[in-house]
Every structure is written in structure tokens, then in C-alpha cells.
């Protein structure tokens, strides 16, 4: 593959993937479960500021009583690891209540996906608060 041709595919990824934490934020916002659970792969981990979370935790446990109101994304920068595991890592503006306690703030997330067949799902997602 030429130089060019791999900055294209690099851009590629990037943009879906950006398209694709979009997609997570907007089920957060819209509370969806089914969406959230098809852009999760099953072995998927969150950490956050409540601490370390699995699939099943983040549907069951976090889902019905984590409140998102914004989520940005800013400054975007992809890496890639082989054909297979892109990393997105950005800042982003977030504020949500879980249970009675809003929270807002700036914050830095790692977005690990991971390539299954024709799509990408993601795999670890870390957000953690700006120095």
C-alpha cells in the first residue's frame, strides 16, 4: 500500500470511529440499550470516575441510572495497532447526573475498537478527568 493510500485508510478509520463514539454518546443521551449493546464488543470494559465496568455492568447497572446531558468530542487523534485495533483519543466536555449527583467537567478518553468482520466495535473506553 502506498503512503498515500494508507493516510486515506488512516482518515477512513478515523472518521468512523468518530461517527461511531457519536452513535455511543447519542444512546447514552437517548438511554437506548439495544443501541449501546450493538456498538459494544462482548468483552468490553469501561473506566470512568465511578470506576471499572463490563458489558453487562454498563447495560444493567449504569445505563438506567446515569443521566448524560452533553458529551463532545475535541481534538481527535487516531492510532492504529495492526489491521484489526484503531485507538481514538480525544478531549471531550461531558456533564451527567448519576443518581442525585451532576457532574460536569473536561475530560480525556481512550477509545479502544477493535475490527469484527466489515465493523468496528468497541472494545475498552477509559474517560478520565483534564489535569
Known amino acids: 500500500m502506498d503512503t498515500d493510500s494508507a493516510s486515506r485508510d488512516t482518515g ?3 472518521n468512523m470511529l468518530i461517527v461511531l463514539e457519536h ?17 459494544l464488543a462482548p468483552d468490553f470494559v469501561e473506566i ?3 470506576g471499572r465496568f463490563s458489558k453487562a455492568e454498563v447495560l444493567d447497572k449504569l445505563l438506567p ?3 448524560l446531558h452533553e458529551f463532545t468530542i475535541e481534538a481527535p487523534v487516531l492510532t492504529t495497532e495492526g ?10 466536555h461531558e456533564s451527567f447526573t448519576f443518581g442525585k449527583n451532576p457532574t460536569e467537567g473536561e475530560f480525556l478518553v481512550h477509545a479502544r475498537y477493535v475490527r469484527e468482520g466489515t465493523r468496528f466495535r468497541l472494545k475498552t473506553w477509559e474517560i478520565k478527568p483534564v489535569p
Not at 484489526?84 to 478531549?91: K, S, W
Open 23 to 39: 452513535a455511543r454518546a447519542d444512546a447514552w443521551l437517548r438511554r437506548d440499550r439495544k443501541a449501546l449493546d450493538a456498538l
Open 83 to 92: 489491521s484489526d485495533t484503531a485507538v481514538l483519543e480525544y478531549r471531550c
Open 48 to 50: 470512568n470516575t465511578l
Open 65 to 67: 441510572v446515569l443521566v
Open 12 to 14: 477512513r478509520i478515523k
